[in-house]
């Protein structure tokens, strides 16, 4: 079975990083392409934030492009997120999220999802 | 980018009853490989959201018969036959055609 959890701080303070992980567990991650961050802020709707693949290979929204860095750890069999100069408005439930590559070419597994607090 | 637009943004339904979700996309959903990747999910409070359509019409495992998906291009449409209490949350459509990927507003399925 297929379990995704991602795992890291629950409180950031504004202009620090956030730093997440997802370990991937019962499926090996450099089997597909791409691996997901969502979040969602309280109340709010889905924003896609990016996604990576194991090649390295790495997109993200262009309203958070230039503060994000995701990474595949193929050992680890886990992928993480870095948010830099995080702001109130960075306060959300992050999940992660594999988008099935083979067929679907969508978001097929998710986990439970973290709430990150951006407060001083 | 892709706009991805709900439409409601909030539906109350009677149980039993039917109820449609439309979603609209800025520019054609349609890959260069011929596949449109318009996706539906659900989402209860409290928990992530779950795959209920991928490809426009082809329901994921699990997903009982009531839900179905239509739609071409720009316009795609969920549609429940009937609805159960189960099926309370919120739905959104999202796009895998293209990055930036992108969701819907979100549609509020509520029981009358």
């Known amino acids: 079975q297929v379990q995704l959890q991602e795992s890291g701080p629950r409180l950031v303070k504004p202009s620090e990083t956030l730093s997440l992980t997802c370990d991937v567990s019962g499926y090996p991650i450099n089997s597909d392409c791409f691996w997901a961050w969502i979040r969602q802020p309280p109340g709010k709707g889905l924003e896609w934030i990016g996604s990576v693949c194991h090649t390295g290979t790495s997109y993200y929204n262009p309203s958070l492009e230039s503060r994000v860095t995701m990474a595949v750890d193929t050992p680890k069999n886990q992928f993480s997120l870095k948010l830099s100069s995080v702001t109130a408005a960075d306060t959300a439930v992050y999940y992660c999220a594999r988008r099935e590559a083979q067929d679907l070419w969508a978001f097929d597994l998710w986990g439970r999802g973290m709430m990150i607090t951006v407060s001083s | 980018d892709v706009v991805m637009t709900q439409t409601p943004l909030s539906s109350p339904v009677t149980l039993g009853q039917p109820a449609s979700i439309s979603c609209r996309s800025s520019?054609?959903?349609?890959?260069?490989?011929?596949?449109?990747?318009l996706s539906w999910l659900h989402q209860r409070p409290g928990q992530p959201p779950r795959l209920l359509i991928y490809k426009i019409s082809n329901r994921f495992s699990g997903v009982p018969d009531r839900f179905s998906g239509s739609g071409a291009g720009t316009d795609f449409t969920l549609k429940i036959s009937r609805v159960e209490a189960e099926d309370v949350g919120v739905y959104y459509c999202?796009?895998?055609?293209?990055?930036?990927?992108?969701f819907g507003q979100g549609t509020k399925l509520e029981i009358k």
């Open positions: 999202m796009q895998a055609t293209q990055f930036p990927y992108s």
């Open positions: 520019q054609s959903l349609v890959h260069g490989d011929g596949n449109t990747y």
